[in-house]
């Protein structure tokens, strides 16, 4: 039986996916690789985050999106999986929508960090 949970995500790119772990001071590796659980068991995964504990943490391509991969039992990280995950999709999103923006030749005029955690972005594009 397995231990492995599976936590779904809106996680469609892998670059941003990085660049957020990265953002985040998150050492990670890049895959394919294992991601290892309980007993000995594994999970293929395209990022993994090793943990002190040898239980790791991955992210893995289930055909739509990267799910988060872990023996949710032997989670160390410094926050719990619902906040890990919410600062993670937050800075997955703000690289989403740099890279999209710029592609369509748009520039950040303004970047603001808000007191509630929250990035207001005002992006210009201009004309000739």
Wanted: hydrophobic share 35%; proline share 1%.
């Amino acid at each position: 039986m397995s231990h492995f949970s599976q936590i779904k995500t809106q996680i469609r790119n892998l670059d941003s996916l990085k660049d957020a772990l990265n953002d985040l001071n998150v050492d990670w590796k890049s895959g394919p690789s294992q991601v290892r659980g309980y007993r000995g068991q594994t999970h293929d995964a395209e990022v993994t985050i090793q943990q002190e504990n040898g239980y790791d943490v991955g992210f893995r391509w289930n055909g739509q999106e990267y799910e988060l991969v872990a023996d949710l039992q032997y989670w160390q990280q410094d926050l719990s999986v619902e906040g890990f995950l919410r600062q993670i999709t937050q800075r997955y999103a703000f690289h989403t929508v740099m890279k999209e923006t710029a592609r369509a030749g748009f520039q950040v005029a303004e970047q603001q960090k808000n007191e509630d955690g929250s990035i207001r972005l005002v992006v210009q594009r201009w004309s000739a």
